[in-house]
């Protein structure tokens, strides 16, 4: 079985889960554009069960449109966004995908939360896109 593994930009909060992620994708909601800094942020959705956090990150708590709590892990000494924990999609973790010790094979797979997303930005056409979260299966 596969292991994945990341940290923070210190290194003192690090993680790793076993097995392939849930989906990989682009995230275009203000909240991950304040976030990062940037435009956008590329997201790992990994198995809640399989995540292995070692260090204490703190929590950043805030509200998603349907009225469910977001907490966003972070490093309290380097403020890196580890992950996120979203009470409409329970039992994955939301994974800030550059904070993983290899990218190379990133491969987002789907677009988060268009509706939000910079005018400028031009990402592959061929992503599925979805204006919020992507239905329920």
Not at 96 to 122: E, I, M
């Amino acid at each position: 079985m596969t292991q994945t593994t990341g940290s923070c930009l210190c290194g003192k909060v690090q993680y790793h889960y076993e097995g392939a992620p849930v989906m990989t994708g682009v995230c275009h909601c203000r909240d991950c554009q304040k976030q990062t800094g940037t435009s956008f942020s590329i997201i790992q959705g990994v198995a809640l069960p399989a995540l292995q956090v070692t260090g204490s990150p703190k929590v950043f708590e805030t509200h998603g449109i349907s009225g469910g709590k977001v907490q966003r892990h972070f490093c309290g000494d380097c403020g890196s966004p580890l992950y996120s924990l979203v009470d409409a999609m329970p039992g994955v973790a939301f994974l800030k995908a550059g904070t993983l010790d290899d990218v190379s094979g990133l491969a987002p797979q789907v677009q988060l939360w268009c509706a939000t997303a910079q005018p400028w930005l031009t990402l592959d056409p061929a992503l599925p896109k979805f204006e919020y979260n992507p239905p329920r299966a």
